[in-house]
């Protein structure tokens, strides 16, 4: 089998600490995949960037927010389409904002919400495959943010996760 090629990309599931909630994304209607659906801050990483990178660089473009990288969620495997060419590897990161703020949402999403759990799952019911693999995230997020230590999330917060 030849060497693949595709896309990398990141995953920002993002939690506030006092609120214990987490942000959802609407995806705009004019997006051409996955549009309508609830979401976390996802996109590409770029040609010479590192993952942590583009997780920070990500989230400023789509909500301005500033957060902490906690840990490491999962990686995913997924076809952003039909196509080979669009083929996509992620990892996602389990992220922190110390307080919930209006988010200014960018061209590529409607809306937003402040979620708990338990509200998240009634708001994600759809049984679309971007909106079944968010009902997944989310799960492990909230099982690994009750099983992470917190000498570890602070150690990956201080060192960081690229060892390139």
Not at 120 to 148: F, G, I, N, Y
Request: glycine share 8%.
């Amino acid at each position: 089998m030849p060497i693949g090629r595709f896309y990398a990309g990141i995953a920002a599931v993002i939690w506030a600490r006092t609120t214990e909630q987490y942000l959802l994304l609407k995806r705009s209607e004019e997006k051409d995949f996955g549009s309508g659906v609830w979401e976390c801050v996802t996109g590409r990483v770029n040609q010479g960037e590192g993952f942590e990178d583009a997780v920070y660089r990500e989230v400023q473009e789509e909500i301005g927010l500033e957060v902490q990288i906690d840990f490491v969620v999962g990686t995913t495997h997924f076809y952003r389409g039909d196509r080979p060419e669009d083929e996509l590897v992620g990892v996602i990161f389990f992220c922190t904002t110390e307080r919930v703020v209006d988010v200014p949402v960018s061209p590529e999403h409607s809306t937003y919400r402040w979620v708990t759990v338990s509200e998240a799952e009634v708001l994600l019911t759809a049984d679309d495959p971007s909106t079944r693999w968010m009902r997944r995230v989310l799960k492990r997020a909230e099982s690994l943010r009750h099983h992470v230590p917190q000498d570890l999330a602070s150690l990956y917060r201080q060192k960081g996760f690229e060892l390139g």
